[in-house]
């Protein structure tokens, strides 16, 4: 599904050609509303920060972390989260600990060292992007962009009863594609002789 194809079937599921405009803002916060709930392979990213002064900024679009980590391989160190207050109460000695707040990571002891993070983002948005532009969230999971968009056009017209439906809907796409993740995410030794018990997954 493409950018031009999903506002054509919003409008269709409306029945309201006179909402183009505000078609394209029930996009933008489908978008926020599946950042702030769905963690799956296709919004999970891996990168890495240089802090100055033990502090770097969030990559753009940050939604949660997973892992905080430095080094590689036998090197790897698993950062301790830590709170701000445990953080000041650590002090600047010990072993690496990291926390976040706001827009920034804190690496304590304050250090310049390269931060590998683990962390799901939110959507890259479709809004300014040209019709025929699509996303490997958007062209998996279409429905789940269909159901939230529906959901933010029912509250702009305050339509509680066919908001509900939509929401559910919503809610039951979230949960199926979290499920299928988690699954991917854990790979499930399967025994010899059973063929049947369930469909291959793994990373």
Known sequence: MTYIELRTAIEGYLHRADLATEIIEFITRAEQRIGRDVRILENRVQDTVTPVSGVAAFPTRFAEMRRVSTGSGASLIILRPVSPSQGRRFGTS??????????????????DTDI?????????????????ATRPL???????????????????????EAYQIW???????????????????TPVAASAYDYGGGQPCGL
């Open 167 to 185: 929401a559910q809907r919503y809610v039951a796409e979230v949960g199926q594609a979290n499920q299928a993740a988690e699954q991917a995410y």
């Open 116 to 132: 590998d993070i683990d962390y799901y983002e939110f959507p890259e948005p479709l809004v300014g992007d040209v019709d025929g």
């Open 94 to 111: 010990g072993d690496a600990k990291a926390y976040y707040i706001s827009d920034n990571i804190y690496l304590l002891p304050a250090a």
């Open 138 to 160: 958007l062209t998996r999971y279409e429905n789940l962009y269909i159901d939230a968009a529906m959901a933010e056009a029912h509250t702009f017209m305050q339509n509680w």
